[in-house]
């Protein structure tokens, strides 16, 4: 079915109509996104050319990092130009572009979150089974599925937003063409596009939330066997980047949907967002780099190799 909209342009209202906040805003988000564009770059340069990081939880990380990456690219280049133009202007075939690579690249990043998650817990429960369990092979599959997955959700939401028919007010009072934002702007019925985001979320966020808690209370039933304090350091620090970065991600993702599912609250829900849009990719690298001994000796010898 082809939609039948009349409205061939939408307006994104942005985060704030005060003249005075639009120049700081500016920078604060061109800020954020070179680093996050550098961070997650750097992480995806050093784990290529260094062959001790070619392990299934760098591939994972390396994926991670590519997802995070393109989602700045999806929504913030049109956030910065909402700060400098009078009207934020973005064509409704963008806009629902826009929707299709906000719902893939969130819906990959649960799934990949989730194969993390799996392999920590081979990693530490079944280290001699590790290598098998998790081959090049398997890891290929688990992100295969996990891109596969994030195409199929995305295509359900932009599937019945262009069901909708949008004729009458043309104006998103959100930075992105969000979900919820849009359905408040259509004039024909969407109690079943309600239901069918509601259910794909839900089974999204249940089924990857239930295999994160599995894995993670199976870990943390091993980390109370060990017995050696190097032991119980090695599992606590190959697992609390993935976890600091689940909190974050799930936490922000799971408030904003919560917020912007009623009008009242869409204000709320617009700034809540930007922590799971902007700041989780942002942070990603950071988390995973910072207290790694594996990427900062990796980072040693691509710095040596540049000097030379």
Same mark, same amino acid.
């Given at each position: /079915?082809? !939609?039948? #909209? =009349?409205?061939?342009? @939408?307006? %994104? ?5 005060? +003249? ?17 564009? /550098?961070? !997650?770059? #750097? =992480?995806?340069?050093? @784990?290529? %050319? ?5 392990? +299934? ?22 956030? =910065? ?228």
């Amino acid at each position: /079915m082809e !939609n039948d #909209s =009349l409205v061939t342009e @939408i307006i %994104l209202v942005g985060f704030t109509e005060q +003249p005075e906040l639009q120049l700081p805003l500016f920078f604060l988000f061109l800020i954020n996104f070179v680093v996050t564009v /550098m961070g !997650n770059l #750097s =992480l995806i340069n050093l @784990i290529c %050319l260094n062959s001790h990081l070619h392990t +299934p939880m760098y591939f994972f990380i390396f994926n991670l990092s590519f997802i995070d990456l393109c989602h700045s690219f999806v929504l913030t280049p049109k956030i =910065l130009m909402s700060f400098v133009s009078e009207k934020n202007i973005i064509s409704f075939a963008g806009c629902i572009t826009q929707l299709f690579f906000f719902c893939f690249f969130v819906h990959s990043e649960c799934y990949v979150l989730t194969a993390m998650a799996y392999d920590r817990y081979v990693a530490i429960c079944k280290p001699l089974l590790y290598t098998v369990t998790m081959s090049p092979k398997v890891c290929s599959l688990l992100m295969f599925g996990s891109y596969v997955m994030g195409f199929a959700g995305a295509m359900a939401h932009t599937g019945d937003m262009v069901r909708l028919s949008f004729c009458d007010s043309n104006i998103v009072n959100h930075y992105m063409c969000d979900i919820f934002p849009l359905l408040q702007l259509s004039c024909s019925s969407t109690y079943v596009n309600e239901l069918v985001d509601s259910i794909i979320v839900g089974t999204v966020v249940i089924v990857s939330s239930f295999i994160i808690f599995i894995s993670y209370a199976l870990i943390l039933s091993n980390i109370l066997h060990i017995s050696s304090a190097e032991g119980l350091s090695k599992a606590f620090s190959t697992c609390g980047s993935h976890i600091i970065t689940v909190a974050l991600f799930y936490a922000s993702g799971l408030f904003t949907h919560l917020k912007t599912s009623s009008v009242g609250s869409m204000g709320q829900g617009k700034f809540f967002s930007v922590f799971y849009t902007n700041v989780v990719p942002m942070l990603n690298p950071f988390i995973y780099s910072l207290r790694n001994k594996d990427v900062k000796l990796a980072l040693t010898k691509t710095l040596r190799r540049i000097a030379n």
